[in-house]
């Protein structure tokens, strides 16, 4: 059965958060990780396991803890990677690739294989891996890295800011257009890639000083070394996705994907868009989770809809109550 969530932290204000506790260690043979600098780096200060497989309960807390991201939009985060790519009975997710690590696989064709898998919430135009077209989609790439260099040079004074990320989003979608013939750009990637952007802003800017920019050498710290800084405090309060809206907004591109190899780039109309919270919810149990889990039984069945419907309760507090709830295992 599924671990219970975390109760809220008693207090949710900034704090030093690279402390005696949490010293980063280098890895060590067999450690896993994977495309998202926030989960390594978590991993390599010991707020997660630092092998890199944990269960969802253990996320929920560790965003919390070091970030101090808000604990309903963590939720909803977090499920939507572990129904995707965790294993349902163990209550096990691997932050990078598959990894016996989370135990026996459950008879379904579902892949429980780990963040890393592309086109389940990991997908292409990311702004510091490469798309998985071109072979390696979770490790940091330091051609990416200088990009985003100039970028922030160019179009933020040297800092990484939301103009920035309004330029880069753009360009990484461009250069994937142009490149990759299987381009494919729709929800949930599509709602993610957003949402990412502003995350640099949100949660790897010190709490003491958070203006909005972030330096450099602190992004690579967490891109490259999945490192904090020295003396890094989270941020001053709970937060999620904010600003996503502007990224889009400073150069809009609708849904879609390459149809016809490179420059074929077609919008998907029946694709959510940005801030349709509730198609995403909709579009994820109907196709993703049923397609992974047709006809589950037994533990798993039971564990799906726990699962399923704390994913739910989280959306309704992220984005008000309104979607309805969908219960393909019954109630
Ligand atoms: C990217 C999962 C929390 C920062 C990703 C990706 C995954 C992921 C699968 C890859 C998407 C892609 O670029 O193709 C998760 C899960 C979380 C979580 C399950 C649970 C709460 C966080 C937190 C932060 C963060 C707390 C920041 C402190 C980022 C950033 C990227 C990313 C900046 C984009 C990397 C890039 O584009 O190069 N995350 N993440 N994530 N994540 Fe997380
Ligand atoms: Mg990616």
Not at 273 to 280: G, P, R
């Given at each position: 059965e599924p671990a219970s969530l975390p109760p809220p932290m008693k207090f949710n204000g900034t704090k030093l958060v690279n402390d005696a506790q949490h010293p980063w260690k280098p890895l060590k043979p067999g450690d896993i990780r994977g495309p998202c600098p926030g989960l390594n780096t978590l991993a390599s200060h010991g707020y997660l396991p630092r092998n890199?497989?944990?269960?969802?309960?253990?996320?929920?807390?560790?965003?919390?803890?070091?970030?101090?991201?808000?604990?309903?939009?963590?939720?909803?985060?977090?499920?939507?990677?572990?129904?995707?790519?965790?294993?349902?009975?163990?209550?096990?997710?691997?932050?990078?690739?598959?990894?016996?690590?989370?135990?026996?696989?459950?008879?379904?064709?579902?892949?429980?294989?780990?963040?890393?898998?592309?086109?389940?919430?990991?997908?292409?135009?990311?702004?510091?891996?490469?798309?998985?077209?071109?072979?390696?989609?979770?490790?940091?790439?330091?051609?990416?890295?200088?990009?985003?260099?100039?970028?922030?040079?160019?179009?933020?004074?040297?800092?990484?800011?939301?103009?920035?990320?309004?330029?880069?989003?753009?360009?990484?979608?461009?250069?994937?257009?142009?490149?990759?013939?299987?381009?494919?750009?729709?929800?949930?990637?599509?709602?993610?890639?957003?949402?990412?952007?502003?995350?640099l802003i949100n949660f790897f800017v010190d709490g003491r000083h958070y203006d909005g920019q972030l330096d450099l050498e602190v992004a690579r710290g967490f891109f490259q070394d999945m490192r904090m800084p020295h003396d890094f405090h989270r941020a001053p309060k709970p937060i999620g996705g904010d600003g996503f809206e502007l990224v889009e907004a400073a150069r809009p591109i609708q849904?879609?994907?390459?149809?016809?190899?490179?420059?074929?780039?077609?919008?998907?109309?029946?694709?959510?868009?940005?801030?349709?919270?509730?198609?995403?919810?909709?579009?994820f149990v109907n196709k993703t989770v049923l397609t992974f889990y047709p006809k589950p039984t037994g533990a798993l069945r039971k564990a799906l809809k726990i699962n399923l419907g704390r994913l739910y309760d989280a959306l309704n507090k992220v984005n008000g109550p309104g979607c309805t709830q969908l219960f393909p295992y019954g109630k």
């Open positions: 890199g497989i944990a269960s969802p309960s253990q996320i929920i807390g560790a965003v919390q803890e070091g970030y101090n991201m808000d604990p309903s939009f963590a939720t909803f985060v977090t499920y939507l990677g572990h129904i995707s790519n965790g294993n349902q009975v163990t209550d096990l997710l691997s932050i990078g690739g598959k990894s016996h690590g989370t135990g026996p696989d459950p008879s379904s064709p579902a892949p429980v294989s780990g963040l890393s898998t592309h086109s389940t919430f990991e997908g292409d135009a990311s702004l510091t891996r490469g798309d998985a077209f071109f072979g390696d989609n979770h490790s940091f790439n330091g051609t990416l890295f200088n990009e985003f260099v100039d970028f922030s040079n160019k179009f933020g004074g040297g800092k990484y800011n939301l103009t920035v990320a309004g330029e880069l989003r753009y360009h990484r979608i461009q250069q994937s257009i142009a490149s990759n013939p299987n381009f494919s750009f729709v929800a949930p990637r599509y709602n993610t890639a957003y949402t990412e952007s502003v995350f849904p879609g994907r390459n149809v016809r190899g490179v420059n074929s780039y077609t919008p998907d109309p029946t694709s959510p868009k940005l801030t349709e919270f509730c198609k995403v919810y909709e579009n």
